[in-house]
């Protein structure tokens, strides 16, 4: 009888080792939370805790639970970061290498290749909600770029809230003042969204808590479903105006921007306690990113200096480290070992990597400047398939990582005006000829200029790469780039 028993019981584990696939190895539900403009010293998982009452204790859980990445890169701005993460390419070669602002065309168009359509071409339910700024029109929004819903956001970006006061203030005239006034839209399927209501300074206050609420509907309804889904979130935090609800207000004890910094972890934790509470905690990726650094100087005066890139030198719209460098973190439980890495990993990456962690061929009629890392993610390699990134400001490639090291051909610097402002109101420099270099690692600040020091060799990489990026324009050239201050003649 013991002896049966036993056979009985082998029997049954074998068929529970065939027939049964490991979670990991099934389709994985997937939350993208993008925040907006957050410096690399924003959190206290990344800061130490220095920053006193900003704590963020929700997204430093998250960070602990997952793969926290203290290298992690995107491009000098929130419509090109997004460009980037949306379609795996430099944003130069879909022509959105510089914010979108009202009265600027450009945008996503119907042959883009998106997050969106990989994951709806896998079968999966996908939403969208929060903050999206990649092109005013239709066509480029979320529920006809791959997703089904649009649950709640806006077109473009945050500054809009000041707008209308703002006109109001200097006499604009009536048609101009609704016309440039922000709506919050909603999309239930592709086409035309619908206007929700007006994004104003006195909603601004509010569109983070309702952005959360959203996503744990959709979340614990779609939990429910047998197909898996995929949820992306835009946060609207901490972009300038940083004001917050009476709830949030004197949170941090640093100022508005920590407040808002305190909101952003509370969101994040309610979005992190319904996963858990949907019982899908085990069978869903969790990426938390950073669009871009924290905007130091060229943001209202009440926040100048709010925000913090830790180490590095620059700010959101210039091409220094502070600019491109950023929180980022991904929780895959089971399958991603929690720690720290401090490999390249940039925001182009997710696209052609989830394209792999679910066997889908990307498209072969352009090329994709993401890399797949879903080997070093399973800890089947020690190091990233990454070395180098180009950064580039309009069409003018204004910085080259390669390895540690930064190349600059060009230079940003900060105006001279009262007060001085940088980022992406400063100015640009010509160098004489050759390109700056700093070793970020040993100089993180990038206040040594190594050219002259023994380190002309890193020409020759530098150039090799700029090198294999311009051979890619032989067959797919790049749009125009978008400019407001240089015309066609």
Not at 71 to 78: A, H, K, N
Not at 190 to 210: M, Q, W
Request: glycine share 12%.
């Amino acid at each position: 009888m013991k002896k049966f028993l036993f056979v009985w019981a082998a029997l049954a584990g074998l068929s529970i080792m065939f027939f049964e696939e490991p979670v990991h190895a099934q389709r994985p539900n997937v939350v993208l939370m993008l925040v907006d403009n957050l410096g690399f010293g924003d959190l206290s998982s990344y800061n130490g805790g220095t920053r006193g009452g900003m704590r963020t204790p929700n997204i430093d859980r998250l960070a602990s639970e997952g793969m926290r990445m203290t290298q992690f890169l995107v491009e000098p701005g929130c419509t090109p970061s997004r460009a980037g993460l949306m379609t795996g390419q430099y944003s130069i070669r879909n022509g959105m290498s510089l914010v979108i602002v009202p009265g600027v065309a450009g945008g996503l168009d119907e042959t883009d290749y998106t997050l969106g359509k990989l994951f709806k071409g896998a079968g999966y339910n996908t939403a969208y909600v929060g903050k999206w700024h990649l092109g005013p029109l239709a066509e480029s929004q979320p529920q006809n770029q791959g997703f089904d819903r649009w649950l709640l956001g806006f077109r473009g970006t945050s500054d809009q809230v000041v707008y209308r006061e703002n006109m109001i203030e200097l006499g604009a005239p009536a048609a101009v003042i609704e016309a440039l006034s922000p709506k919050i839209l909603v999309a239930d399927g592709p086409g035309e969204p619908e206007e929700e209501g007006d994004y104003d300074r006195a909603y601004k206050l509010e569109i983070e808590g309702d952005i959360a609420r959203r996503a744990v509907d959709y979340i614990h309804s779609s939990a429910e479903e047998e197909e898996p889904f995929f949820l992306m979130v835009g946060f609207t935090r901490p972009h300038f105006p940083n004001d917050v609800s009476d709830e949030f207000r004197g949170r941090s004890g640093v100022g508005k921007y920590g407040d808002s910094v305190v909101e952003l972890d509370v969101r994040t934790g309610e979005i992190l306690d319904a996963i858990r509470e949907a019982g899908i905690e085990d069978e869903t990726i969790v990426v938390w990113i950073s669009d871009n650094g924290a905007t130091v100087t060229a943001t209202a005066i009440d926040e100048v200096h709010m925000g913090d890139n830790g180490p590095f030198r620059g700010e959101l719209g210039d091409a220094y480290e502070g600019s491109i460098r950023t929180a980022g973190m991904i929780k895959w439980p089971g399958v991603v070992e929690p720690g720290v890495s401090n490999e390249m990993f940039a925001i182009h990456d997710f696209l052609p990597t989830f394209a792999s962690i679910l066997d889908v061929d990307l498209p072969t009629d352009r090329p994709f400047d993401g890399v797949d890392q879903s080997d070093f993610l399973r800890g089947e390699q020690a190091t990233s398939n990454r070395n180098s990134l180009i950064t580039f400001i309009g069409d003018r490639i204004a910085a080259v990582r390669w390895n540690q090291f930064r190349i600059y051909p060009m230079k940003i610097n900060s105006t001279g005006n009262n007060p001085s402002v940088g980022g992406y109101m400063g100015t640009v420099a010509e160098t004489a000829g050759f390109p700056q270099i700093f070793n970020i690692e040993a100089d993180p600040k990038e206040r040594v200029d190594v050219a002259a020091t023994g380190a002309g060799w890193i020409m020759g990489p530098y150039l090799q790469t700029v090198t294999a990026y311009r051979e890619t324009l032989r067959n797919y050239p790049n749009p125009p780039a978008p400019n407001v201050t240089t015309f066609p003649r």
